[in-house]
């Protein structure tokens, strides 16, 4: 059975309710999440998001700033566009650099990298689509630490995805950050559960 691909006010729990189960969500998500977490690369790491991350991450914002009913439906439009369609993958990339001015010298020269990601299945390649919330990359070419993007597949497509021991490669075209990775098989059987059917 395939995941919804939407949260509602119907699907969120009580704040109280929440704060008591907390801990145990919390430690069950950790464990699902490993197998939706690729580091590609020196610097960057997919965070391969769901449902069950979103739903997590409504919650979480809900009851960490306490904004009651008036929050709601800025955390729904904020994370319901990352939670995948039935047809896609959808990665936020994070580039984890701890010091400060390393940082701004890798990002001043990453940006458009959200425009380079790929996904590649048996030589098909499936070019990213970077969410279109905000711009990524600033006027400067600066390209922001945090990146949303979709990977949407066709139906030969998803089914080459789910074939056990597939070679499914994940990875970046920018010329300064020209890095790939290929998906672990346990990876790749937990990503295929996005995928409708």
């Not at 109280?16 to 189960?21: A, K, L, P």
């Not at 960490?64 to 369609?85: H, M, T, V």
């Not at 990977?151 to 020209?178: C, K, M, N, W």
Request: charged residues 30%; glycine residues 8%; negative net charge.
């Amino acid at each position: 059975m395939s995941a919804p691909h939407a949260i509602t006010r119907d699907d969120l729990i009580d704040m109280e309710e929440y704060g008591r189960t907390r801990k145990d969500r919390r430690a069950a998500l950790v464990a699902r999440k490993k197998n939706r977490r690729v580091e590609l690369g020196p610097y960057a790491t997919a965070y391969f998001e769901c449902y069950a991350t979103m739903w997590h991450q409504i919650h979480e914002m809900l009851y960490i700033e306490r904004g009651g009913a008036a929050q709601i439906d800025d955390e729904l439009s904020a994370y319901n566009p990352l939670i995948p369609n039935g047809h896609e993958l959808v990665a936020t990339v994070m580039f984890e650099i701890d010091d400060e001015v390393r940082r701004k010298m890798v990002l001043s020269k990453l940006g458009g990298v959200e425009e380079t990601a790929f996904v590649k299945i048996d030589g098909e390649t499936i070019t990213g689509v970077p969410e279109a919330d905000v711009d990524r990359t600033n006027a400067d070419g600066k390209a922001s630490s945090v990146q949303f993007i979709h990977f949407p597949f066709t139906d030969a497509q998803i089914a080459a995805f789910r074939q056990s021991g597939a070679e499914v490669t994940l990875g970046f075209t920018h010329p300064d950050y020209a890095h790939m990775t290929i998906l672990t098989d346990d990876v790749r059987t937990e990503l295929a559960g996005d995928f409708d059917g």
